[in-house]
């Protein structure tokens, strides 16, 4: 799994709350849920959130602010490299074309609303904004089984919509 821990120094072989070696490596654990938490644990502190060895959870900080400006941005940027390819899709399947263009504008206009949210609402945003970012996802690769558009190119997008993913789940879980 290899990501690094950046605010720990630890890796994702090592237990970032215990601070112990788990083992071999990746084929040591088969329990889902500690590696998927491994992995979430190596994620979130790579992102600017996490709650690993040594390190105190935080309040609303500027930094947090930061980083949700920083997905919004990120999302936003995904957007405006999709409206090319929605113009294409939309050649060849109308409905697919409105669905991802639905799709995206939710995940920018959630992640917005979850910046001006109390925290309860804002997990709700966060979460929505991640479901309607696997949608995108999804539609994409359709496009691309469709010989819509290239593959390389969906999957370029996947894996920036990817990491928009990763950081509201993270924000979701912080507050």
Request: net charge neutral; hydrophobic share 40%.
């Amino acid at each position: 799994v290899g990501f690094l821990a950046a605010d720990t120094g630890t890796h994702a072989g090592t237990d970032a709350v215990a601070g112990t070696d788990t083992g071999t490596g990746a084929g040591a654990d088969t329990d889902t849920d500690t590696v998927a938490f491994r992995l979430w644990s190596s994620l979130c502190p790579w992102f600017g959130f996490g709650l690993a060895r040594g390190v105190r959870a935080q309040t609303q900080s500027k930094e947090s602010l930061m980083q949700k400006k920083n997905v919004y941005d990120r999302a936003r940027s995904v957007v405006q490299e999709l409206a090319p390819l929605v113009h294409s899709i939309r050649e060849h399947d109308k409905s697919l074309a409105e669905q991802l263009k639905r799709a995206a504008q939710s995940v920018v206009l959630n992640i917005a609303e979850a910046r001006g949210n109390d925290a309860g609402n804002a997990r709700a945003r966060f979460s929505t904004a991640c479901g309607s970012a696997k949608e995108v996802r999804a539609a994409l690769n359709v496009a691309s089984d469709w010989g819509y558009i290239e593959r390389h190119t969906a999957m370029h997008l996947d894996e920036r919509l990817d990491e928009v993913c990763a950081i509201t789940w993270c924000l979701g879980r912080r507050l």
